[in-house]
């Protein structure tokens, strides 16, 4: 345990800040797994899915939880993998 206050604040928030970050990657995570789902069993409505998906991403991104390019590289990964699917 840290003996400084102002470590001791930063502890806390890191905490507070760490909690809500893992919420935000979890949703990002399940939102993948439900479109990777969809792709496999429903066809019709792995396009919503993917939508939705990409939204999550996005979120992740503007608040700083992942890196842009990341991101970038796993819709384009799930797009490429629905057109191929259509195909």
Request: net charge positive; no cysteine; aromatic share 2%.
């Amino acid at each position: 345990m840290a003996n400084i206050k102002s470590a001791q604040k930063r502890m806390r928030s890191d905490k507070r800040k760490n909690l809500r970050n893992r919420m935000v990657k979890t949703g990002v995570k399940t939102a993948v797994k439900k479109y990777s789902i969809a792709l496999e069993n429903d066809l019709n409505q792995a396009p919503a899915v993917l939508s939705a998906a990409s939204s999550a991403l996005d979120k992740a991104v503007s608040k700083g939880i992942l890196h842009k390019n990341t991101a970038s590289r796993k819709k384009a990964r799930m797009a490429k993998a629905l057109h191929k699917a259509q195909a």
